[in-house]
């Protein structure tokens, strides 16, 4: 973050540091005052051409909750080297990575680890990154906010659809967005795939923005998700935060829910808007077994050209990360009915079972059926 955006967050957030998060204090501290000056670089010398840099073709949207494997498939569609993507390195040096990349590439070689903090997944400065990162260190008003304060009330979490925004909060984030996609465009000059959990209640609100847009949804057994998303939620503010988190197990199950129902209300409503080719569903379950084949209907489904290269490229990314490891969670019956009571209309929509979350049949096939 540059200076003035993370005082505001601390103002936001009344300095509620935990006295044993004082280091990541200073040192986000630290890191500000360098962000700030290297953004006025960028800006005296790139600001005027990103501001007038056009985003076309629109991009193309991987959306669906957290955990439910949206980092794959963006990683899968990277591989086409047709598309540009924001990489670790820009999504978290997003204000100066047109002038700072050489220098801080083999910083952070050194100081990423090699798997993520909450998965197995690899890292690394130029894999595809989550570009709701890259908004929460502009100072965009963003969920993210709450990884930083964990045991306060989340400000932003409305935005995870784009009902009932106040006018100067919708037009900070719209802001931002568009600024840091002119960022990358005027790098990559190539249409960009994204990838955020955090866009997938927006995608109305998105095509309207960036008319053209595609969006590729993934859905994966709703129990798994849910028992991975409260995992993903501790890990992160055990290793981000400036607090340490003092929440029950029930309220984080309460967190979780209320972002879904807030999420999925968007997008069951949003893709009602949306034309037949500019959206398209896949599942999880489906991706691990025959990654080409999914690769294959994705790129018909959207018209997106000739897929047979990604198809072979997928199925040799798929072939050299065997050793990866899903998590095998135990699923206590209470769970279960619980997620699946609240979580039902999702388990429906995506052809998971009302009553154990098992896969059942492809969207494509409850389309046809309605």
């Known amino acids: 973050m540059r200076m003035g955006d993370y005082a505001a967050l601390l103002s936001n957030h009344r300095f509620a540091v935990s006295w044993q998060r004082l280091p990541m204090?200073?040192?986000?501290?630290?890191c500000a005052?360098?962000?700030?000056?290297?953004?006025?670089?960028?800006?005296?010398?790139?600001?005027?051409?990103?501001q007038h840099q056009p985003i076309e073709p629109a991009p193309i949207f991987v959306v669906g909750h957290w955990r439910s494997g949206t980092t794959l498939l963006h990683e899968l569609l990277s591989l086409d080297d047709r598309f540009g993507y924001p990489t670790t390195l820009e999504c978290f040096l997003p204000h100066h990575f047109l002038v700072s990349e050489p220098i801080f590439r083999p910083l952070l070689k050194v100081l990423l680890p090699s798997k993520r903090p909450m998965d197995n997944m690899p890292t690394g400065v130029d894999l595809p990154q989550e570009d709701e990162f890259a908004l929460a260190a502009m100072g965009a008003p963003s969920p993210y906010q709450q990884i930083a304060f964990p045991n306060q009330p989340a400000r932003y979490w409305k935005l995870l659809n784009m009902e009932g925004l106040e006018p100067q909060v919708e037009a900070a984030f719209a802001d931002n967005l568009t600024r840091f996609l002119q960022s990358l465009m005027f790098k990559k000059n190539k249409r960009l795939i994204l990838k955020s959990p955090t866009h997938t209640g927006r995608i109305a609100w998105l095509a309207k923005r960036y008319p053209g847009s595609k969006f590729i949804h993934i859905a994966r057994n709703p129990v798994d998700v849910f028992l991975s998303t409260k995992r993903l939620w501790r890990r992160l503010h055990e290793v981000q935060g400036l607090q340490i988190p003092r929440y029950s197990d029930e309220e984080l199950s309460e967190m979780v829910h209320r972002d879904y129902q807030a999420m999925y209300h968007g997008y069951l409503k949003g893709r009602r808007e949306l034309e037949p080719n500019q959206w398209h569903e896949v599942q999880f379950e489906k991706l691990i077994v025959d990654a080409p084949a999914v690769i294959k209907q994705i790129y018909q489904a959207l018209n997106l050209g000739e897929s047979t290269q990604l198809e072979s490229d997928a199925a040799k990314y798929m072939s050299e990360r065997r050793s990866y490891q899903v998590a095998d969670y135990q699923y206590p019956p209470e769970t279960v009915a619980e997620v699946m009571r609240?979580?039902?209309?999702?388990?429906?929509?995506?052809?998971?079972?009302?009553?154990?979350?098992?896969?059942?049949?492809e969207p494509s096939e409850l389309r046809s059926r309605a």
């Open 25 to 30: 204090f200073f040192l986000v501290g630290g």
């Open 342 to 361: 609240r979580w039902g209309q999702y388990a429906h929509a995506f052809g998971y079972d009302l009553k154990t979350g098992e896969h059942l049949a």
């Open 33 to 50: 005052i360098g962000n700030s000056l290297l953004s006025a670089i960028q800006q005296w010398r790139f600001g005027k051409r990103i």
